[in-house]
């Protein structure tokens, strides 16, 4: 029977020859991740279970959202997390100096790779499906039953498939393409979906990019998103690590729910207003609006390359008077590539505040909260109500030319300008 | 003692006065084992006050992320929608009902831990956001799909073992709960549903 990339690697994992949408199978889980905010919730329902790890060697642990610690409840959940690594040995266990945000962390570890089920408490576990993996967000005590049992039962998703055809015109990127989709389609246009991404747009992306795409599957109601992996995909991997994974495809007459053509000449650099994800509008139609904040960073966008294209739009220019602009390199290796390469300079020179690797004020953490009546253009993934600090604040989302572009003017603007 | 305020910055005292000392009492009231969710499941049937909302109600309005620090359910209730509607905790509500996507967002489990604190013991939905539906199923809080939402009115009665819903003199219909997932909220929770299982494998 023809199967989707997605039912490939459901199937895989449940030891079944084949799998079809609406169909619920136990799969075996190849890693299960938790951060400092859903990961003591986790650990208190675990040791009520009263039964080992299964294996030690799939949990991973990263202390990204409220570090460094940023007042002492935030302390003592990461103490909690601390302990729980080391009574049980857990091997993959991030804080400190080694602290990354998790989803871009993982990939760059080499943990989330082709064909693995990876399961993750925190919503945009859905990310790595860009690397060709199965995964998806869950609960903290559903973390805590997969980490007692190595397993958890899922409903395969039908797919939705988007064919992505033509090239990125100048100042538009891969954040464009998914907001542009969340836009047409709503934040509960793939509901229980799986969405899966294809077409010469997308394969001429690089894995960040592509990354940045699956990040925000979510964003539509997703249970995953993901991309077909290829030669690009196996070049990533091969830098990254040597333990095994897994190369699926979708059968050429493997059955969709929906089809959906996308011609990318089509995309206008993309701003999400409040306070939806799906509120994507062409900047032209907000172009100058005032702003108060600019965000550069966050799992969706927080790659090397798109401190690259920031720096490059920013390189030599001083930002707006009165604007604060926050770096977050997703990182300490993006970090430490960026310090290399001359962009924290850059940054630097231009009047930006750079923070350490942290979730920050993507969620309305710490490094960038925003008061009453206040508006920040953010390369991250979410614009609810209250999202980055104070209920009465503004959250507009796009991609880090476009807010690098508006950073210099302390209005939103149009990338292609400069 | 006194305490200095800082411009702006609302106090405890205030934060209380406006929505602590009510929360305190609801969640004490919903915690209380009387009115436990297995104790409701026991006679299959949850009723009483509905709260109603719209669509897209996502995590970030249910439980704000500075309170994502804080995990005694308690405590968290204190928090529930504040967000959305700082009038939430003024009252007991016991079933909320949404429209489309309820729970949008993020995987945190303080959300339905949260509501569940406040004294919810149901939520209906048009549809819910996967995974706060998957969590709600786990914390033992029951979760309905039903498209006819919008005809709820301002009381109802729910059967859960029968899929049914009673409101303003008309019955609606869900399909029951799975099995599993049926067990799980009997056990008032995957931890206690899990708990058993392995105990059965270990014999």
Same mark, same amino acid.
């Given at each position: 029977?023809?199967?989707?990339?997605?039912?490939?690697?459901?199937?895989?994992?449940?030891?079944?020859?084949?799998?079809?949408?609406?169909?619920?199978?136990?799969?075996?889980?190849?890693?299960?991740?938790?951060?400092?905010?859903?990961?003591?919730?986790?650990?208190?329902?675990?040791?009520?279970?009263?039964?080992?790890?299964?294996?030690?060697?799939?949990?991973?642990?990263?202390?990204?959202?409220?570090?460094?610690?940023?007042?002492?409840?935030?302390? =003592?959940?990461?103490?909690?997390?601390?302990?729980?690594?080391?009574?049980?040995?857990?091997?993959?266990?991030?804080?400190?100096?080694?602290?990354?945000?998790?989803?871009?962390?993982?990939?760059?570890?080499?943990? $989330?790779?082709?064909?693995?089920?990876?399961?993750?408490?925190?919503?945009?576990?859905?990310?790595?499906?860009?690397?060709?993996?199965?995964?998806?967000?869950?609960?903290?005590?559903?973390?805590?039953?997969?980490?007692?049992?190595?397993?958890?039962?899922?409903?395969?998703? /039908?797919?939705?498939?988007?064919?992505?055809?033509?090239?990125?015109?100048?100042?538009?990127?891969?954040?464009?393409?998914?907001?542009?989709?969340?836009?047409?389609?709503?934040?509960?246009?793939?509901?229980?979906?799986?969405?899966?991404? $294809?077409?010469?747009?997308?394969?001429?992306?690089?894995?960040?990019?592509?990354?940045?795409?699956?990040?925000?599957?979510? /964003?539509?109601?997703?249970?995953?998103?993901?991309?077909?992996?290829?030669?690009?995909?196996? =070049?990533?991997?091969? /830098?990254?690590?040597?333990?095994?994974?897994?190369?699926?495809?979708?059968?050429?007459?493997?059955?969709?729910?929906?089809? #959906?053509?996308?011609?990318?000449?089509?995309? /206008?650099?993309?701003?999400?207003?409040?306070?939806?994800?799906?509120?994507?509008?062409?900047?032209?139609?907000?172009?100058?609006?005032?702003?108060?904040?600019?965000?550069?960073?966050?799992?969706?966008?927080?790659?090397?390359?798109?401190?690259?294209?920031?720096?490059?739009?920013?390189?030599?220019?001083?930002?707006?008077?009165?604007?604060?602009?926050?770096?977050?390199?997703?990182?300490?290796?993006?970090?430490? =590539?960026? #310090?290399?390469?001359?962009?924290?300079?850059?940054?630097?020179?231009?009047?930006?505040?750079?923070?350490?690797?942290?979730?920050?004020?993507?969620?309305?953490?710490?490094?960038?909260?925003?008061?009453?009546?206040?508006?920040? #253009?953010?390369?991250?993934?979410?614009?609810?109500?209250?999202?980055?600090?104070?209920?009465?604040?503004?959250?507009?989302?796009?991609?880090?030319?476009?807010?690098?572009?508006?950073? #210099?003017?302390?209005?939103?603007?149009?990338?292609?300008?400069? | 003692?006194?305490?200095?305020?800082?411009?702006?910055?609302?106090? @405890?005292? @205030?934060?209380?006065?406006?929505?602590?000392?009510?929360?305190?009492?609801?969640?004490?009231?919903?915690?209380?084992?009387?009115?436990?969710?297995?104790?409701?499941?026991?006679?299959?049937?949850?009723?009483?006050?509905?709260?109603?909302?719209?669509?897209?109600?996502?995590?970030? %309005?249910?439980?704000?992320?500075?309170?994502?620090?804080?995990?005694?359910?308690?405590?968290?209730?204190?928090?529930?929608?504040?967000? +959305?509607?700082?009038?939430? +905790?003024?009252?007991?509500?016991?079933?909320?009902?949404?429209?489309?996507?309820?729970?949008?967002?993020?995987?945190?489990?303080?959300?339905?831990?949260?509501?569940?604190?406040?004294? %919810?013991?149901?939520?209906?939905?048009?549809?819910?956001?996967?995974?706060?539906?998957?969590?709600?199923?786990? !914390?033992?809080?029951? %979760?309905?799909?039903?498209?006819?939402?919008?005809?709820?009115?301002?009381?109802?009665? !729910?059967?859960?073992?029968?899929?049914?819903?009673?409101?303003?003199?008309?019955?609606?219909?869900?399909?029951?709960?799975?099995?599993? %997932?049926?067990?799980? +909220?009997?056990?008032?929770?995957?931890?206690?549903?899990?708990?058993?299982?392995?105990?059965?494998?270990?014999?």
């Amino acid at each position: 029977m023809a199967m989707t990339i997605t039912e490939k690697i459901l199937a895989n994992s449940s030891g079944k020859k084949e799998v079809r949408a609406g169909e619920t199978i136990t799969g075996k889980l190849d890693y299960v991740l938790v951060n400092d905010v859903t990961g003591p919730l986790a650990v208190q329902e675990f040791e009520k279970l009263g039964v080992p790890l299964s294996d030690k060697d799939k949990v991973v642990i990263v202390l990204d959202h409220f570090t460094p610690c940023k007042d002492i409840k935030s302390a =003592q959940n990461c103490k909690i997390m601390r302990q729980f690594a080391k009574k049980n040995n857990v091997k993959y266990f991030y804080e400190g100096g080694d602290v990354g945000i998790e989803h871009e962390l993982l990939p760059e570890q080499g943990i $989330a790779r082709p064909g693995l089920v990876i399961v993750g408490a925190d919503s945009h576990t859905c990310t790595y499906g860009g690397l060709g993996a199965f995964s998806t967000g869950i609960g903290s005590t559903e973390a805590a039953a997969a980490w007692a049992t190595g397993e958890l039962w899922f409903r395969v998703p /039908e797919t939705i498939k988007f064919d992505v055809s033509g090239k990125l015109h100048n100042r538009v990127y891969s954040k464009d393409i998914i907001l542009y989709i969340i836009g047409k389609i709503g934040v509960d246009g793939a509901l229980y979906k799986a969405m899966e991404f $294809a077409g010469e747009a997308i394969s001429a992306l690089s894995v960040g990019q592509r990354l940045t795409i699956t990040n925000m599957a979510v /964003e539509a109601g997703a249970k995953n998103g993901i991309i077909e992996p290829d030669s690009k995909v196996e =070049q990533y991997i091969k /830098e990254r690590s040597s333990l095994p994974y897994k190369i699926f495809k979708s059968d050429k007459d493997a059955q969709y729910e929906k089809v #959906l053509a996308i011609n990318a000449g089509d995309i /206008e650099p993309q701003v999400a207003v409040p306070h939806l994800p799906s509120n994507s509008k062409n900047v032209s139609e907000v172009a100058g609006l005032e702003l108060d904040q600019v965000l550069i960073g966050s799992c969706t966008n927080g790659r090397i390359e798109d401190l690259e294209i920031a720096a490059a739009i920013m390189k030599g220019k001083k930002v707006a008077k009165g604007l604060r602009v926050i770096i977050t390199p997703a990182t300490p290796k993006v970090y430490g =590539q960026a #310090l290399e390469k001359g962009l924290l300079d850059i940054f630097l020179k231009s009047g930006c505040v750079i923070s350490p690797p942290t979730c920050g004020a993507c969620l309305g953490g710490h490094m960038g909260i925003l008061a009453e009546g206040e508006r920040c #253009l953010a390369t991250t993934n979410r614009n609810f109500v209250g999202r980055m600090g104070h209920p009465k604040s503004e959250v507009y989302l796009a991609s880090p030319a476009t807010c690098a572009a508006s950073a #210099l003017t302390g209005k939103i603007r149009d990338p292609r300008e400069v | 003692m006194k305490k200095t305020k800082i411009e702006g910055q609302i106090s @405890e005292e @205030e934060d209380l006065a406006a929505h602590g000392t009510d929360a305190k009492s609801f969640a004490k009231h919903a915690l209380a084992p009387e009115n436990s969710l297995s104790a409701q499941l026991d006679i299959t049937k949850i009723s009483g006050s509905v709260y109603r909302c719209g669509d897209n109600v996502d995590t970030d %309005v249910i439980i704000p992320a500075r309170h994502l620090n804080i995990n005694d359910p308690a405590e968290l209730a204190k928090h529930a929608m504040e967000d +959305l509607d700082p009038n939430f +905790l003024t009252k007991l509500h016991d079933i909320i009902v949404g429209g489309k996507n309820f729970g949008s967002g993020s995987s945190r489990e303080h959300a339905p831990l949260a509501l569940k604190a406040a004294g %919810v013991k149901a939520i209906i939905a048009k549809s819910f956001s996967r995974i706060f539906y998957r969590n709600a199923i786990n !914390i033992g809080l029951p %979760v309905i799909i039903l498209p006819e939402a919008d005809q709820i009115g301002s009381d109802a009665i !729910i059967d859960l073992a029968k899929g049914t819903i009673e409101s303003k003199g008309k019955k609606f219909t869900f399909a029951p709960y799975a099995k599993e %997932v049926s067990s799980i +909220l009997k056990d008032g929770g995957l931890v206690a549903y899990l708990k058993k299982k392995l105990k059965g494998k270990k014999n």
